[in-house]
């Protein structure tokens, strides 16, 4: 507070104002000011003055304005606010947007308000007619609008006898700029020119930075193509003329191309390839732009949509790789797929149409094998288990319907295989064994011997014996041997 400095140009004046915009000072820089009044060898105590910032105090001033007038067209040429050396607006100086209203003198009813470039048009006039218009200047990022030029009006010309060509369109197709414009007569020549869109916000006349578009001179008809690859990313501003010999138009309302609004995104070409169960895409370039990837130039994002062959249920994915997998699928289904190439910032709202559709068919997956493991082992265990239940079954009918001729031993020593066949005889079959016992008397006697299958005794008769009953053990042993002799020896 005790450096104060005199201010340049407020100093000895008799008025209550004073003008030190001359001072070099920073605008963006708070500053205090004090006053007091002198008179002879008296003086006033000071008055210190709020602190401020000049650049949040000052306000925009009228612009100043020079006007050149066409048939259908007024050229307006715009100096910006303050003084040439005023460091107030010197960092905003290619910020400011100029409004202009513009009406006819002979009547403020038809007011329009547009918005221009220093050197800029105002198109849609009438030839011959008396304009009026007015221009304010605005700091958009600061939210300040100043004020009002005064009054400006011009005369327009007498209207030309070829016509400025009308109604320009650029439009994209495959990697050239179609560029479009209608024009009354017929048989007539264009030439096309463009200029980068800087050049308007900067000072001065910068007609001699126009430049001939190539492929768009000495034109016969109403529109030229040229590559894309003429403008890199930017703004441009295109015009076209029409000649007849020596005769020419004026140039046409320029039209403004951003190439970032007009690029076509191409579809993208997709491969993919099962694996288990699930699907590897692989995403590129469009063949026609291998060399030179949008992607280059635009944040692209990848519209993934599949479904299964069979059913239309779709599914969506948003992938910024071009190389990933789609997980968990259904195996040994067939799937569809088709993309499409976004451009990531929401603001250019800007897509590609779909690829190709490509399907593909999934394979089993780990989950198949493991079912297919564990069938594959049951099978090695049952099949066991079953020839060994077959085997037992089997034993048990062969051994209910088909029993075994031969008893057990135990057993078989108890029959002998004529009474075993005797057992196997119908009850109606009898078997009649003829004997020849002969006693002590050497008479022959016959004897008929009857057995039953279900009987165990025999039964004896006898024509003549001396003692008639059963013979002991000892008889019958006895008498036997005796009987085989005697036999044998009849017989001889």
């Not at 006039?125 to 304009?131: C, D, G, N, R």
């Not at 109403?222 to 005769?247: H, I, M």
């Not at 060399?291 to 635009?298: A, D, E, L």
């Not at 029993?403 to 031993?409: A, F, I, L, M, Q």
Request: charged letters at 25%; glycine letters at 4%.
């Amino acid at each position: 507070m005790h450096n104060w400095i005199e201010l340049p140009g407020c100093q000895y004046i008799t008025g209550t104002t004073c003008d030190f915009s001359s001072v070099k000072l920073s605008v963006f820089e708070k500053i205090q000011l004090r006053i007091r009044a002198e008179k002879g060898n008296r003086t006033s105590p000071w008055h210190e003055v709020g602190s401020f910032i000049p650049f949040r105090k000052a306000q925009i001033g009228p612009p100043k304005v020079h006007l050149k007038a066409e048939d259908k067209a007024i050229i307006v040429n715009i100096s910006p606010p303050g003084t040439k050396d005023s460091l107030m607006w010197a960092m905003d100086i290619l910020s400011f947007t100029y409004s202009v209203v513009i009406w006819k003198n002979s009547s403020s009813v038809d007011e329009r308000t547009e918005t221009v470039y220093p050197g800029g048009k105002i198109y849609k006039l009438s030839p011959e007619t008396t304009y009026c218009l007015k221009v304010k200047a605005r700091l958009r990022l600061h939210r300040k609008v100043g004020s009002y030029s005064p009054v400006y009006c011009v005369n327009t010309t007498v209207e030309n006898k070829l016509p400025s060509p009308e109604n320009i369109e650029v439009d994209v197709k495959d990697q050239s700029y179609v560029l479009k414009w209608d024009y009354t007569y017929e048989n007539m020549t264009f030439q096309a020119q463009w200029l980068r869109a800087y050049f308007k916000k900067i000072l001065g006349n910068h007609s001699d930075k126009w430049q001939q578009i190539p492929g768009c001179e000495n034109v016969r008809a109403t529109q030229c193509v040229f590559p894309q690859k003429v403008f890199s990313k930017g703004a441009y501003f295109l015009r076209v003329q029409a000649s007849d010999g020596n005769k020419t138009s004026f140039w046409s309302e320029e039209k403004r191309l951003d190439t970032e609004m007009q690029t076509v995104i191409l579809p993208p070409v997709i491969s993919m390839k099962s694996v288990d169960n699930s699907l590897h895409i692989y995403i590129g370039a469009p063949r026609e732009t291998e060399n030179k990837s949008t992607s280059q130039h635009y944040p692209l994002i990848y519209e993934i949509i599949f479904w299964e062959n069979t059913s239309n249920a779709e599914r969506k994915i948003l992938q910024k790789k071009t190389d990933f997998i789609v997980p968990n699928l259904q195996p040994l289904t067939v799937y569809c797929v088709k993309a499409r190439a976004v451009i990531e910032d929401e603001k250019w709202n800007k897509s590609s149409v779909f690829s190709d559709i490509l399907c593909e068919k999934t394979k089993p997956g780990n989950t198949s094998i493991t079912w297919i493991i564990a069938g594959v082992c049951t099978a090695l265990f049952s099949i066991p288990v079953a020839i060994y239940v077959v085997k037992g079954l089997l034993r048990c009918i062969n051994y209910v319907f088909f029993p075994s001729c031969k008893p057990p031993p135990n057993i078989d020593q108890c029959f002998s295989e004529q009474s075993l066949k005797n057992l196997l005889l119908s009850a109606s079959e009898e078997q009649t064994e003829r004997c020849f016992i002969i006693e002590n008397s050497y008479s022959l006697v016959t004897v008929e011997e009857t057995s039953q299958v279900d009987e165990d005794h025999k039964q004896y008769s006898s024509q003549t014996s001396r003692d008639s009953g059963n013979y002991s053990n000892e008889d019958e042993n006895s008498g036997s041997k005796t009987s085989r002799e005697l036999l044998q020896q009849g017989l001889v």
